[in-house]
Nanobody, 118 residues
Framework: QLLESGGGSVQPGDSLRLSCTTSGRTLRPYAVGWYRQAPGNLSEFVGGIRQNGATLYGERVKGRFTLSRDNSMNTVYLQMNDLKPEDTAVYSC??????WGTGGLTYWGKGTLVTVSS
């Protein structure tokens, strides 16, 4: 029920903005989280944004990634700057009524691939 977009192939140092949106359901009452999973690795928490706009980031992306939400557009954005090869992964968003995007009844998207390579 969630749809991610904005992934692609970029070079180190470039930026990308991922979007997470839904149709038929407003994101307003949900906290939205972003997770990523690289091949052979466990899923990693990237960041989450609560209903009031409060944000939390994983240590490896803090200072480079920024979350924002546009309730009028029913979309949460993940702005990723200064991308590094280790940021290569499938990025998925989640939405839940509690926590930082997971907890209780949680919805997931299928993910969008981000590849950072020179």
């Amino acid at each position: 029920q969630l749809l991610e977009s904005g992934g692609g192939s970029v070079q180190p140092g470039d930026s990308l903005r991922l979007s997470c949106t839904t149709s038929g359901r407003t994101l307003r009452p949900y906290a939205v989280g972003w997770y990523r999973q690289a091949p052979g690795n466990l899923s990693e928490f990237v960041g989450g944004i609560r209903q009031n706009g409060a944000t939390l980031y994983g240590e490896r992306v803090k200072g480079r990634f920024t979350l924002s939400r546009d309730n009028s557009m029913n979309t949460v954005y993940l702005q990723m700057n200064d991308l590094k090869p280790e940021d290569t992964a499938v990025y998925s968003c989640s939405a839940s009524p509690v926590g930082w995007g997971t907890g209780g009844l949680t919805y997931w998207g299928k993910g969008t691939l981000v590849t950072v390579s020179s």
